[in-house]
């Protein structure tokens, strides 16, 4: 994998995760779903190792990586709370 190929694949890890955090604020769960899934396969690449980068490469993979990271932080804020209240009402009373 080439460091454009590495960045190209943060890139668009990148969208689909910020496309996933406005799936989850308007509560499109089926999206959300589509989404993550794709995400998931984007993100598949990396698991084999990707090379180090240096230099304005490595400072986009980092920024990539914060995007990332908050995008999925907003997406778990809205699930969360709401996957808390499925579990409880799933769950029998006591």
Known sequence: MTSNE???M???IAALSSRMAVAAREGDWDGLAR???????QS???KSGVPPLEGAARKRKVDL???????????????EPWM??????LSPAH
């Open 6 to 8: 590495v960045l190209a």
């Open 65 to 79: 990586l914060k995007q990332i990271m908050a995008n999925d932080r907003a997406v778990r804020d809205i699930t």
């Open 35 to 41: 989404l993550e899934t794709q995400c998931a396969l």
């Open 10 to 12: 943060y890139e668009n």
């Open 44 to 46: 598949s690449a990396a």
């Open 84 to 89: 808390g209240q499925l579990d409880r009402a």
